[in-house]
């Protein structure tokens, strides 16, 4: 997911370092970018050296192309091929793991946050609603908003879907939104916290339906002073 200032996000060539006896001098990979309906926008392959990794600035590579507000960026592996079949080798499916910093121009917010998520042609098998809560308890004290993305990982199923903030000591819905989530696309929900706050000291967020494992939302709280943290819910 992007929206704030983005500007060179590293990319490591994983596969060599996982498989230290591949051969391949070189591996490649799709970098495709996706706006918030799930349309991809444009794709550009690269080429990594094994063990090395490379910055990439995401405006750059792609500065054909007007970004949008907020979407996705994938990278999928392609080549050699046969990588696939060494995984095996491994017991289980390979995947890598990234972090994303956000900040404010001024540097003066930042967020370093692990959303671990993968794109996946299966439908989950919890895609029916349900009721996810997240464990994370915010303190609404001098909170102006809370901005929650959802992302939806699924390559070819739509949810109908949802988030809510919720009261931390009984579960009570205070605020809520119900949307539509395509496949491999994100939505944003504002919520103003400033309504609230008084009545309510703590609160959580709920989604009425997981779009993938792990496929918990973002969360960004901004404050009266305008600074903002972030955390995978």
Known sequence: MFEFDLRQAPFTNFTSFSLLDNNDKKSKFKISLIDFSGKELANKKIS??????????VKELFNEIITPEYGLITVKYISPIHFLNKMRILGDALSSHFYCLYHSPDNKSLALIHPQQYITKQKYKNTKPYFWMSQYVFDTKNVKEMHIYQLNVLE???VETGCAVLDAKDDQIILEN???LAAKSANKTVFDITKIRDNHKNIKI?????CGDNAKPLVFIYFNDGTFTGTHA
């Open 156 to 158: 070819s199923w739509n």
């Open 48 to 57: 990594l050296s094994k063990f090395t990794s490379k910055a990439i600035d």
């Open 178 to 180: 119900k949307y539509h």
């Open 206 to 210: 709920s989604l009425k339906a997981l």
